[in-house]
């Protein structure tokens, strides 16, 4: 990434990535900043914007040309590379995350899967079988993956991340309730709470119904 990029900037990328995959797929070859603006809800500034941090993207009086658009995001966003990624959890959410999102190019590839269950042993997932907890660490000196994809309770947390630490793993897409980055503040790590997502729509939607009650 440059240094003067913003995360902000980055963040707003794969938005931009799924609206142009959609007008691909729809056969629109050419839009203007001005109409992916009001499609996404944004201004033209903002996106003239977004897109001169990465030098720009379109032609004065020409607009994006939408195919092109869509390969130069995915790759700024790396979509096509396959960092060597590792399943922690095959339990419920594990089997959904890995079944649902690395079907689809995301700069990731899973090679390797782990649960301390022993019944999920040799169990197939994503063309993958569930090794035990047991083999991480043979496994990540044989294979050297980069990313961690955790998808366990929070109990044996700390333990498995300092071991993962030393085994080389370097980001981490974490799904439980522990503090990666407190611990270990030289990793990278995307948090994912859906519940958080659950809880704002929550207060959004109680906030709303009692402005209206009061309204009414
Ligand atoms: P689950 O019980 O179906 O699966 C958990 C799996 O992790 C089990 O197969 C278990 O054997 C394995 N496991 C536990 N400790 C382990 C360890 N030290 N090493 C290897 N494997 C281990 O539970 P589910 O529904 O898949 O949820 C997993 C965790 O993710 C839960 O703690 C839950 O709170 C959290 N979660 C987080 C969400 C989020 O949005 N961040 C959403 C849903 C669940």
């Not at 050419?30 to 941090?53: P, V, W, Y």
């Not at 095959?90 to 079944?99: D, F, R, T």
């Not at 197939?124 to 079988?129: E, S």
């Not at 300092?162 to 980055?181: E, K, P, Q, T, V």
């Amino acid at each position: 990434m440059k240094d003067d990029i913003s995360i902000s900037v980055i963040k707003r990328l794969p938005r931009y990535y799924r609206f142009l995959e959609n007008l691909k797929n729809n056969g629109i070859v050419r839009i203007s900043s001005k109409e992916l603006a009001e499609r996404m809800g944004l201004t033209a500034s903002q996106i003239r914007h977004d897109f001169n941090c990465f030098g720009g993207f379109g032609q004065q009086g020409y607009g994006y040309n939408v195919p092109e658009l869509y390969d130069k995001i995915g790759e700024i966003l790396y979509v096509n590379k396959e960092l060597k990624t590792i399943l922690i959890g095959a339990g419920n959410l594990g089997k959904a995350v890995s079944s649902k999102i690395f079907q689809r190019k995301s700069g990731f590839r899973l090679i390797g899967v782990f649960d301390k269950n022993e019944a999920l042993a040799g169990k197939i997932i994503r063309g993958l079988p569930v090794r035990h907890i047991d083999y991480l660490e043979n496994f990540c000196r044989d294979n050297n993956p980069i990313c961690a994809v955790i998808c366990i309770p929070s109990n044996d947390m700390k333990e498995l991340t300092d071991l993962l630490c030393r085994l080389g793993i370097r980001s981490f897409w974490n799904f439980s309730n522990y503090d990666i980055a407190m611990a270990h503040p030289e990793v990278l790590v995307e948090n994912v709470h859906l519940t958080d997502s659950l809880m704002t729509l929550s207060y959004i939607t109680e906030t709303r119904l009692l402005d209206e009650a009061q309204e009414g």
